[in-house]
């Protein structure tokens, strides 16, 4: 299926130039910051496989990506000086073993100074020749990928870009808008293979078919569990044995759109019953966190009050039983709901800075007994993150609770009732405004 069909191609071709005006923006503040004159952005190298002939998928640096929707393209180069059209020093391999990177085309080349090169011999050529004013960012495994600049990945720099990353342009939101679309077409093609009764590998094939993306194009390993498999967070397997009975399902799974990833989860129910009535509540719950997103909220807040709504569901469900004071503080919420309520979201599933306090590095740790909170952050008008909500039976983390005034809340015999369903999470994909946010992901759906 062609990315095309995902995509508004005016409406990003009329948002590109100010996205690029806004990294020049950037970048002439990071190279002030680092004491440099240029920028010099390396797509990436790819990877060879220990011991053997090939590599491993290319992963191109996403500091490049930013600029350019180049994703498949090794050993490029950016050249950013300020007040000067960029330089793409595009790499264009003269190759009969594999297809070489088509010429450039499309919405984006007219804001670049474009120089073709066929030999990395080349590269230097097109480089600033003062080396020394030079700041390189990028994966650097091989000196000679550097070309004598020194400066490799000054944290000055970065700190920067990356606190910046996090507030989106109107370029980058239509990326994501259109990545979520694209999900979302692999989301009901998964829900109907497992009312099929398909297995999860075969519900796999049936997301990427329906996304058009093969494996290595998507923006994570697809998380695709059939009941009580759905209890592990990251599950990384896709059997292809069906179970004797489908009772749950969780696919937690995401598109790509030049570069820019979305990052999707829903949990459905084979039949109608009390599970299926959890899952319709559980919706519930996460929209209402949903609605309490909007410019000036601390993120640490909102996923400390989740804590609060998981405590009542679990009241509200027979559970357990007890305060949500007295089942946060005994650790039976956290047992249930381990990990954190969201995280930024862009070129990067898990988009860097999330525990930034500002763009010089300082750092704001999660919530004592909350490590695995990727977002502290106070939410800005246009950052794109995650709301993912999830309740979880883990067998690993209730045995913990052993003994402990814990324990003794959660009703047993409930909990066996909800073992062989594995879990639940629902995740969207909102971005923030100044009152509210907008839900690409409900957006997509609808």
């Not at 474009?114 to 080349?122: A, E, G, N, Q, Y």
């Not at 490799?152 to 980058?172: D, S």
């Not at 062989?420 to 629902?426: A, D, K, L, N």
Request: proline share 6%; with cysteine.
């Amino acid at each position: 299926m062609k990315i095309s069909s995902y995509i508004d191609e005016p409406a990003l071709a009329a948002a590109y130039p100010s996205h690029v005006v806004e990294l020049k923006a950037r970048h002439d503040r990071a190279l002030e910051r680092a004491g440099a004159n240029h920028a010099v952005i390396f797509s990436g190298a790819p990877r060879g496989v220990f011991l053997d002939d090939y590599n491993y998928p290319f992963k191109a640096n996403p500091h490049f990506i930013s600029w350019l929707p180049l994703i498949e393209t090794p050993f490029c180069y950016l050249v950013y000086s300020p007040g000067e059209m960029p330089v793409l020093i595009y790499y264009q391999e003269k190759d009969y073993w594999h297809v070489p990177p088509a010429s450039p085309r499309g919405f984006w080349p007219e804001q670049f100074d474009i120089r073709i090169v066929h030999s990395l011999d080349d590269v230097a050529k097109h480089l600033p020749v003062e080396r020394d004013k030079c700041i390189l960012i990028g994966e650097i495994d091989s000196a000679a990928h550097a070309f004598g600049i020194e400066r490799v990945n000054p944290v000055t720099a970065l700190n920067l870009l990356h606190f910046q990353r996090g507030v989106k342009t109107t370029y980058e939101l239509e990326c994501m808008r259109a990545a979520s679309r694209r999900a979302v077409k692999g989301h009901r093609a998964a829900a109907k293979a497992f009312n099929a009764g398909k297995s999860e590998f075969d519900i796999h094939l049936d997301y990427c078919r329906a996304v058009g993306h093969a494996e290595n194009d998507l923006p994570y390993g697809n998380i695709v569990a059939l009941n009580e498999n759905g209890a592990v967070l990251h599950y990384q397997h896709q059997s292809q044995v069906k179970p004797d009975e489908h009772r749950s399902f969780l696919i937690d799974a995401g598109g790509r759109v030049h570069g820019y990833a979305s990052d999707i989860t829903r949990t459905y129910a084979k039949t109608d019953g009390e599970f299926a009535d959890l899952v319709k509540r559980f919706d519930q719950l996460q929209l209402e966190l949903v609605a309490e997103v909007r410019a000036g909220v601390d993120f640490a807040d909102l996923h400390l009050l989740c804590h609060v709504k998981i405590a009542e569901l679990l009241n509200e469900t027979g559970i357990a039983s007890g305060s949500p004071e007295a089942l946060i503080d005994s650790d039976v919420t956290s047992a249930f709901y381990p990990h954190g309520l969201g995280h930024l979201l862009g070129i990067q599933v898990h988009d860097v800075g999330g525990h930034m306090g500002d763009d010089t590095g300082t750092i704001i740790d999660p919530p004592s007994g909350h490590p695995f909170l990727r977002l502290t952050r106070i939410l800005e008008a246009d950052q794109v993150l995650t709301i993912e909500p999830g309740l979880y039976v883990i067998d690993m983390l209730l045995e913990n609770l052993a003994g402990s005034p814990g324990h003794r809340m959660i009703n047993q015999s409930k909990l066996d009732w909800l073992r062989p369903y594995g879990g639940i999470r629902i995740e969207d994909n909102v971005r923030v405004l100044a009152e509210g946010c907008e839900n690409l992901t409900r957006d997509a759906f609808a």
